[in-house]
């Protein structure tokens, strides 16, 4: 598999668009499509962009996932994540008072 076919692949598996990963890493539709078609190489700059919404960079540039064990995140769990990142400060404290209500007994 190419960079361009695992970036498109972790793009599905995140269920995002061309158009909302390429803005994610500051660049257009186009360029997106490029790059899964191997027609460019996304620079470091949008790798850590898009790092942000839950690609796995080591995956996407070396073909090898980082083994997380017992920890690693499931989809539903990455898109949780995905949700809560882009919430404002108060509301993610309302966030995480909700959870630590639902575990405290558990």
Aim: aromatic share 4%.
């Amino acid at each position: 598999m190419t960079i361009g076919e695992r970036l498109k692949e972790e793009r599905s598996r995140l269920g995002l668009s061309q158009t909302d990963l390429g803005a994610a890493g500051g660049v257009g539709k186009t360029t997106q499509i490029n790059y899964e078609k191997g027609a460019g190489t996304p620079d470091a700059k949008y790798l850590a962009a898009v790092e942000g919404l839950g690609v796995d960079v080591l995956y996407v540039v070396t073909g090898q996932r980082l083994s997380m064990g017992e920890n690693q995140l499931s989809n539903d769990d990455l898109e949780i994540v995905k949700h809560v990142r882009n919430l404002g400060d108060e509301d993610k404290g309302a966030v995480m008072r909700l959870l630590r209500a639902f575990t405290v007994n558990r």
